[in-house]
C-alpha cells in the first residue's frame, strides 16, 4: 500500500517543548509532503521534500527524509498552543495525481 | 484572496436523496480534486480533474459524478446519497499535479446522510 503509517498516533506535550513525528511506507518514497488539519477545518500545507533531498527547514519546521528506510520526521521545535493539529505526511510515489493520507499523528500542545 | 470555497458548510439528507457540493477557486488552478474524510482516518481520493473538460476516478468514486465545465468550478454530485457517505468532503486544487506541488484545500462540507 501507498499510505503512509504515522508514529505516534498521539502525541501530548508542554508549551516551549519539541514535537517529533515520524512516518513511513512500504513503497518508494517520490516527493512527500506533510500538511496540518486543525479540528473540523481543511489542510493546511507545510513543507515538500524531494526525493533527493534530505532535509528542509521550514521556520520552526524541520523535515528528514531517509528513501533507504522509506520514512520521513517532522520536527516542531519551541511548540505552541496553536501547533495543537493532526499532521498528515503525504507519499506521491507512483502517481501524478493522487496523495495518498496516513492516519496522522494527533498533536496536542499543552499551556 | 478568496482560495478554494465550499458550499454548504453543512448537509443533511435523506437515504436516496441527491445533492451537489459546491467548490470555486479563484487562484487559476487547472488540478482539483475531491477527498473525503471518515473519522480517524486520512483522505480518500473520489475524483479529480486535470483541467477544463478532463475528469478521471480517484480510490473510492462509487456514487459520486463530477464534471469540470470551467476552470473555476468543480462540482460534486451525489446521485442517491446512503448512509456510507456520511463524511466530511474536502476539494483541493494546485497549479500542478497534487503530487509535486501545493495543494489548497476547502474548509470542507460536512454531510450527514440519514
Known amino acids: 500500500s501507498q499510505q503512509g503509517e504515522e508514529d505516534p498516533q498521539a502525541l501530548s506535550i508542554q508549551e516551549g517543548e519539541n514535537a517529533t513525528m515520524n512516518c513511513s511506507y512500504k513503497t518508494s518514497i517520490n516527493n512527500l509532503q506533510w500538511y496540518r488539519q486543525n479540528s473540523g477545518r481543511g489542510l493546511v500545507h507545510l513543507i515538500l521534500?524531494?526525493?533527493?533531498?534530505r532535509e528542509k527547514h521550514s521556520g520552526r519546521l524541520r523535515v528528514t527524509l531517509d528513501t533507504s528506510k522509506k520514512s520521513s520526521s517532522l520536527l516542531i521545535t519551541a511548540s505552541r498552543a496553536a501547533d495543537t493539529a493532526s499532521y498528515f505526511c503525504?507519499?506521491?510515489?507512483?502517481?501524478?495525481?493522487?496523495?495518498?493520507f496516513g492516519k496522522g499523528t494527533l498533536l496536542t500542545v499543552n499551556p | 484572496n478568496a482560495g478554494v470555497t465550499q458550499t454548504p458548510k453543512f448537509q443533511v439528507l435523506k437515504t436516496g436523496q441527491s445533492m451537489t457540493l459546491q467548490c470555486a477557486q479563484d487562484m487559476n488552478h487547472e488540478y482539483m480534486s475531491w477527498y473525503r474524510q471518515d473519522p480517524g482516518m486520512g483522505l480518500r481520493l473520489i475524483h479529480y480533474?486535470?483541467?477544463?473538460?478532463?475528469?478521471d476516478q480517484g480510490e473510492v468514486p462509487n456514487g459520486y459524478n463530477v464534471s469540470r465545465s470551467t476552470t473555476e468550478d468543480f462540482p460534486l454530485r451525489l446521485l442517491s446519497a446512503a448512509p456510507s457517505q456520511t463524511s466530511v468532503y474536502f476539494c483541493a486544487s494546485s497549479s500542478g499535479p497534487h503530487t509535486a506541488t501545493e495543494a489548497f484545500f476547502g474548509q470542507g462540507t460536512r454531510l450527514t446522510v440519514v
Open positions: 503525504v507519499n506521491s510515489g507512483g502517481s501524478n495525481y493522487k496523495l495518498t
Open positions: 480533474s486535470v483541467g477544463a473538460g478532463i475528469t
Open positions: 521534500i524531494r526525493s533527493n533531498e
